[in-house]
Nanobody
Framework: QVQLVESGGGLVQAGGSLRLSCAAS????????MGWYRQAPGKQRELVADITSGGIITNYADSVKGRFTISRDNAKNTVYLQMNSLKPEDTAVYYCNADARTRFGHRGDYWGQGTQVTVSS
């Protein structure tokens, strides 16, 4: 199994910044794409950003382009989300996702427990 643990959420005022981290651990053989998703109350979970294994190709939701930056450190099995110019509509629970292979040959889609981000106006 692969475990993902997010950290870095909190309460900030509009225009502020937060940096989310997600560290993967467990019986990891390799991690392919990693991403961040978010879910606001009463809404579907949506993709915020993802990044390929080499860290070169990234993808962002239109609503966060130019404000958020995803990056990863493969030596630490960690993905980051730098969030700048935060808006109240960014308020949500943010979840880390990883497409990973275990040392036992299983490939699966793994999720963290989520971290709350609240942006006040």
């Amino acid at each position: 199994q692969v475990q993902l643990v997010e950290s870095g959420g909190g309460l900030v005022q509009a225009g502020g910044s937060l940096r989310l981290s997600c560290a993967a651990s467990g019986s990891i053989f390799s991690i392919n794409a990693m991403g961040w998703y978010r879910q606001a109350p009463g809404k579907q979970r949506e993709l915020v950003a993802d990044i390929t294994s080499g860290g070169i190709i990234t993808n962002y939701a239109d609503s966060v382009k130019g404000r958020f930056t995803i990056s990863r450190d493969n030596a630490k099995n960690t993905v980051y989300l730098q969030m700048n110019s935060l808006k109240p509509e960014d308020t949500a629970v943010y979840y880390c996702n990883a497409d990973a292979r275990t040392r036992f040959g299983h490939r699966g889609d793994y999720w963290g427990q989520g971290t709350q981000v609240t942006v006040s106006s």
